[in-house]
Structure formats: structure tokens, C-alpha cells
């Protein structure tokens, strides 16, 4: 069986994760970002899901995701019900989990061509 490498040229790929930061492609972030196959933006104010405003879900809504993943490294951190419902209202898909999980399910989803957003917490 002959196997090709997928290096998913069209979008951004988790590449390692740990210590407090992510490595997307060649650069590190030490803060926590929006990600998308075709977005790539820093929130550093951001430390916790329960911060994230309705600005932040403009921001993902505006890259078309079908799901949305949410990574901290904070136990049973949920962002606010408002912003839920607004996601819900939406029809998007949200799942909360801890960052690593975050990295590995978004680089599957990426895998298979699917529109993921992830908001991740180093």
C-alpha cells in the first residue's frame, strides 16, 4: 500500500503543544489564540474560557466553523451562557476540553477537511 503525506497546505496545523505554548507552523504562541484553517489570531487577554466576550465569538463565527473547540488548561472552564446560547442559536457545535485534547481534535478534524475553529489556552 503506498502512503502520501497530507501537510494540508490550505490551512494551519497544530504542530506540538506543552509548557505553556503552542507551535502552529514555524511560529510559538505563549497566549491564547483563535484558530482556524485560515485565521490565526493572538487574544492575549485571555486566560480562562469564561473570559471570552461576544467580540471573540464574532471573530470565530466570522471564519464559518460547523464546530467550535474550546481548549484550557483550567478544569470545568466553561465560557458564559450567553455565550452559548449565541453559538446554539447559531447551529455551531461547541466542545470544551483540556488543551492538549484540543490540539489533537482539531489537527483530525483539519485531517479531514472539516470547518473547525478552536479557541486554545496555552
Known amino acids: 500500500?503506498?502512503?502520501?503525506?497530507?501537510?494540508?497546505?490550505?490551512?494551519?496545523?497544530?504542530?506540538s503543544y506543552g509548557s505553556g505554548s503552542l507551535r502552529i507552523g514555524q511560529?510559538?504562541?505563549?497566549?491564547?489564540i483563535i484558530l482556524s484553517a485560515t485565521t490565526l489570531?493572538?487574544?492575549?487577554?485571555?486566560q480562562r474560557a469564561c473570559e471570552l466576550t461576544m467580540d471573540e465569538?464574532?471573530?470565530m463565527l466570522a471564519t464559518g466553523p460547523q464546530v467550535v473547540l474550546i481548549g484550557s488548561p483550567h478544569?470545568?472552564?466553561?465560557?458564559?451562557?450567553?455565550?452559548?446560547?449565541?453559538m446554539l442559536q447559531r447551529n455551531v457545535g461547541v466542545?470544551?476540553?483540556?488543551?492538549?485534547?484540543?490540539?489533537?481534535?482539531?489537527?483530525?478534524?483539519?485531517?479531514?477537511r472539516r470547518l473547525v475553529t478552536a479557541v486554545l489556552i496555552p
Not at 511560529?27 to 491564547?32: P, R
Not at 489570531?41 to 485571555?46: A, D, F, G, K, Q
Not at 478544569?75 to 449565541?86: E, K, M, N, S, V
Open 75 to 86: 478544569a470545568d472552564d466553561w465560557p458564559g451562557p450567553q455565550w452559548r446560547a449565541a
Open 95 to 112: 466542545e470544551v476540553m483540556n488543551t492538549g485534547a484540543a490540539c489533537r481534535t482539531y489537527n483530525v478534524l483539519m485531517s479531514e
Open 41 to 46: 489570531l493572538p487574544i492575549p487577554r485571555i
Open 1 to 15: 500500500m503506498r502512503f502520501t503525506a497530507d501537510s494540508h497546505p490550505e490551512g494551519y496545523l497544530i504542530r
Open 57 to 59: 465569538l464574532d471573530a
Open 27 to 32: 511560529s510559538v504562541h505563549e497566549s491564547a
